[in-house]
């Protein structure tokens, strides 16, 4: 639960169903659905937090223990250590960050530095600074979907209201890549080109009549998705920003930084400007 980004469906396979419960007044539905009106996520990612530090506090007991003569991993402290680096390494921002902040608790309450399973994790983290950041999260998918739905739909309008042949309207993909590294796939630079390049092209075709009639609405539309592709950028940086300060902040607690210290210590500088709640 922990590793469920704020506003996702929560694992129903968690919880225990009580036996012949009612449904009708459900009051509980919409939060394991992940509905914020409920709660905003700023509370829900204090909560999750908290039990990011919980968490923390039981792996030191059991999964970061290694005994006095530094014995090999039981099977169960290896498949839990094997899983908290696989976390580090996600695709998703947030399991990232709670990784790390597990990382950085577990380290305030056990002599970490001297723990042979540090060394792994320092080095996993490491890493993340001596790479560029990807370019997009997990969490940012749903986000581009509607922008690509929005592309095909503003697109389709230039034919049903305006009257522009349909084969003079470019065809946009249906299947969408995040990271535009596929051919014949939506992607962020797609919508760029739908909202730039296409869109003039069509204009420039449009009668008198439907530059005065249609031209306006056609250009709400365009306007919607250049705000869309503007929250997408937003997005990203928020997601880089918690994940450098977080992954920034685990090592520091480990007392391991990287050769040029600059890059970590920008990132939980540029987290304490943007955070709302510091």
């Known amino acids: 639960m922990v590793m469920t980004p704020p506003g996702a469906r929560l694992d129903m396979s968690l919880f225990t169903k009580v036996a012949k419960a009612s449904t009708a007044h459900n009051v509980d539905k919409p939060m394991m659905e992940g509905d914020l009106s409920l709660l905003d996520a700023e509370t829900v990612?204090?909560?999750?937090l908290a039990a990011a530090k919980a968490l923390a506090g039981l792996r030191e007991c059991s999964v970061f223990q290694v005994g006095s003569e530094l014995s090999p991993y039981t099977d169960k402290q290896d498949d839990e250590r094997m899983l908290l680096k696989s976390y580090l390494a996600s695709p998703s921002a947030h399991q990232v960050y709670m990784a790390s902040s597990i990382v950085t608790e577990w380290s305030t309450i056990d002599n970490a530095t001297s723990n042979p399973i540090a060394g792994e994790i320092t080095t996993l983290l490491l890493s993340h600074f001596e790479r560029p950041r990807p370019a997009?999260?997990?969490?940012?998918?749903a986000l581009l979907k509607r922008i690509q739905i929005d592309c095909q739909a503003l697109m389709q309008a230039f034919n049903a209201e305006a009257k522009v042949s349909k084969d003079r309207i470019p065809a946009i993909p249906s299947?969408?890549?995040p990271l535009g590294t596929s051919s014949n796939t939506f992607s962020l630079a797609t919508a760029q080109m739908v909202i730039s390049k296409y869109f003039d092209a069509l204009a420039n075709l449009l009668s008198k009549h439907a530059v005065k009639n249609v031209l306006p609405s056609l250009k709400d539309r365009q306007m919607r998705i250049?705000?869309?592709v503007g929250k997408y950028g937003v997005m990203k940086e928020r997601y880089d920003t918690q994940v450098m300060a977080g992954i920034g902040g685990a090592l520091v607690a480990l007392q391991t930084l990287p050769t040029k210290i600059g890059p970590v210590v920008k990132a939980i500088m540029d987290s304490v400007k943007v955070s709302p709640s510091s």
Do not use: F, G, I
């Not at 990612?45 to 999750?48: D, F, G, L």
């Open 45 to 48: 990612m204090e909560t999750r």
């Open 226 to 228: 250049m705000m869309s």
């Open 175 to 177: 299947a969408v890549d």
């Open 136 to 141: 997009t999260y997990s969490e940012m998918s």
